[in-house]
């Protein structure tokens, strides 16, 4: 959970990649985990429980990434691999029970080098740059001009803000009513949200479901009121579709907002709007929903700015 002020002081003193943080090696056990050990600045020595068997490599950056969730008692296991992306991976974890849940999902950012980002220019217009927990805005010359560079620091800085804008994004949404897993803490790399599923399937993405008409119209609806309840709280998922919604036991859950867009800030936000809403329509349409989706977007965007509008 680092500031700025912490990344510009290390990136200064030791270069960004021998930054303060813990070593851990992995060390292998006999049975059904993993424990990897680590020593601390301190030398107190910390347990990272996995019994997910993970590759050497893989478990060395999952050791780095989530020991501190460990410590800070908001997991206890990691059970297994969900889901591979091109930026994350999610993680089924077993939840502390100071998180008030059973299991919780772990969406872990691949190591810098590892990573292919979307090419995210679109999103990022207008967009202020947040630290890791989507509270404190980076200001100032330096990690500006970093960012323009493109220097190491600056994609750093671009990278933990794309993080922290999706956990800002989360925690509004959520506190607002809207179908989001529940986000429970975040770092530099990780985002702990409430896990969608149980222990043995995660809950799959809406476009891999069957669903019955009658559950489809009441479905398509409550994801219609969603995406209006975000719009409201002005934010546009901006890449919404039957891929990024789960659905599990008759419930619906969006994900995936790091790309969110503010529409008095974004000037493609009406666009973005009505491309989430088209999606969702031309999905829902295979069990008989026909509605216009650029018309309803524009009926919600009237709804929500009634007098000055956004153009």
């Known amino acids: 959970m680092k500031n700025y002020v912490h ?17 851990r090696k992995p060390k292998s056990s006999t049975g059904q985990t993993t424990e990897h ?3 601390s600045a301190d030398h107190t020595e910390l347990v990272l429980k996995m019994t997910y068997r993970p590759a050497r490599f893989e478990a060395e950056w999952l050791t780095d990434y989530l020991s501190g969730f460990y410590d ?3 997991i206890t296991d ?3 691999n969900v889901k591979g992306g091109k930026e994350a991976t ?69 990278h933990t803000s ?29 985002i702990l949200m409430e896990y969608v599923g149980d222990e043995t399937d995660a809950a799959p993405p ?42 599990w036991e008759g419930a619906v859950k969006i994900i995936d907002f ?4 503010d529409p008095f800030v974004n000037p493609r936000a009406f666009d973005l709007l009505v491309r989430d809403v088209t999606r969702l329509c031309e999905y829902f349409a295979r069990y008989g929903i026909d509605v216009n989706g650029a018309r309803r977007a524009h009926e919600m965007w009237e709804r929500c700015f009634p007098v000055e509008g956004i153009t």
Not at 7 to 23: A, T
Not at 99 to 110: E, I, M, P, S
Not at 162 to 188: C, F, K, N
Not at 212 to 240: Q, S
């Open 7 to 23: 990344y510009l002081d290390v990136f200064e003193r030791d270069g960004f990649e021998k930054r303060k943080k813990m070593r």
């Open 37 to 39: 050990l680590a020593a």
């Open 72 to 74: 800070d008692m908001q």
């Open 78 to 80: 990691v059970l297994r």
């Open 90 to 158: 999610v993680y089924c974890c077993r939840a502390h029970p100071n998180t008030g849940c059973d299991l919780v999902a772990a969406k872990v950012y691949r190591p810098q080098k590892l990573r292919n980002l979307r090419n995210d220019a679109l999103y990022r217009e207008g967009r202020v740059t947040l630290d890791d927990a989507g509270k404190g805005i980076v200001r100032g010359r330096r990690p500006k001009v970093a960012m323009q560079k493109h220097t190491h620091f600056g994609q750093e800085l671009r």
């Open 162 to 190: 794309w993080l922290g804008h999706e956990y800002a994004t989360m925690q509004l949404l959520h506190a607002a009513g809207v179908s989001v897993p529940r986000p429970i803490a975040s770092s530099d790399n990780v």
């Open 206 to 247: 809406l476009h891999a479901v069957r669903l019955e008409r009658g559950e489809a119209r009441v479905l398509f609806e409550r994801l219609m009121r969603d995406v209006e309840t975000i719009l409201v709280n002005n934010r546009i998922h901006g890449d919404l579709s039957a891929y990024n919604v789960l659905y």
């Open 258 to 261: 790091p790309q969110a867009v």
